[in-house]
C-alpha cells in the first residue's frame, strides 16, 4: 500500500512510519520544514517537503495523487488559534476534499477522544480552538465519500508501548494511551476495510490493538 502521511514528523508519525515500512508499506511523509526531511527518510519514508496550510485543493489533489491512503497526523501545536482552525479545520478539510478528487479512497484521522458537538470545552479555553476546529474537520470526513476511520486516542503520553488499548465500544472513559500504542492502532486500521466508517475512541487498556480492531470492523459489518 501506497500511504501518505502528513504530519509525518509529529510523535505519532515517527513511532508509525517503521511500523508501516516493517508492513512492506511506502511512505510519503509530508513535511513542512525541510530540515525534517533526513529524519523522516531515516524513519524509512519518502520526504515531500510541503506546507499543507498554503495549499489549495487543487495542489493537495496533485500531493495525493498515485497513493492508496492518506493519514492526516498533522496540527498545529496549540497556543494561536487563528493558524489552529487554518491547520486543523481548513487544511484538513481541502485534504479530505483533495482526497475525493484524486481518488484516495482510503482515509485515516487522527483526532481525539472527546471530539465532537458536545466536546464541552467552553470558548474562554485555551483549548477551545482545537477542539471546535477538530469537530468541525471530522464531522466533514464522516459527511464525505470516503472510507474513513475516526481515531480518537485519550491524552497522548511517551511511556512504553503495551499493544493493548480499550474503547468507546466496550465503555473506555478518558485515560491515556502510549503514543507508540496510537502509531500500531492506526497501522492496524489501514490494514483493516472493514474499520472504515468507525470512529475509535481509545486509551491503554488491555485487550490487544489487532483483536480490538477486528472487534469494530465486525461490529460495522453486523
Do not use: C
Not at 96 to 121: C, I, T
Not at 129 to 142: G, I, Q
Not at 161 to 180: F, L, N, Q, W, Y
Amino acid at each position: 500500500m501506497r500511504i501518505l502521511l502528513i504530519g509525518a514528523h509529529g510523535k505519532v508519525a515517527r513511532r508509525l512510519t517503521p511500523l508501516l515500512r516493517t508492513r512492506s508499506h511506502e511512505v510519503s511523509a509530508v513535511v513542512r520544514n525541510p530540515d525534517h526531511a533526513a529524519d523522516v527518510e531515516a524513519d524509512g519514508a519518502t520526504a515531500l517537503v510541503a506546507d499543507v496550510e498554503s495549499m489549495s485543493t487543487d495542489e493537495l489533489a496533485d500531493l495525493l495523487s498515485g497513493h492508496d491512503a492518506v493519514v492526516w497526523s498533522a496540527g498545529a501545536g496549540g497556543g494561536d488559534a487563528s493558524r489552529t482552525y487554518a491547520v486543523d479545520r481548513d487544511a484538513a478539510i481541502r485534504s479530505m476534499d483533495a482526497a475525493e478528487q484524486a481518488g484516495v479512497r482510503r482515509y485515516l484521522m487522527v483526532s481525539y477522544f472527546g471530539a465532537g458537538p458536545d466536546h464541552g470545552v467552553p470558548q474562554d479555553d485555551p483549548f477551545f480552538a482545537y477542539a471546535d476546529a477538530k469537530t468541525t474537520a471530522d464531522a466533514h470526513l464522516e459527511a464525505s465519500g470516503l472510507e474513513w476511520t475516526l481515531l480518537r486516542p485519550s491524552r497522548l503520553t511517551d511511556d512504553p508501548g503495551t499493544g493493548a488499548i480499550e474503547t468507546s465500544r466496550t465503555g473506555a472513559g478518558k485515560g491515556s494511551v502510549p503514543r507508540d500504542d496510537v502509531a500500531l492502532v492506526v497501522a492496524e486500521a489501514l490494514e483493516r476495510p472493514g474499520a472504515a466508517g468507525a470512529v475509535v475512541e481509545f486509551n491503554g487498556g488491555a485487550t490487544p490493538v489487532a483483536d480490538e480492531l477486528d472487534a469494530v470492523a465486525a461490529g460495522r459489518s453486523d
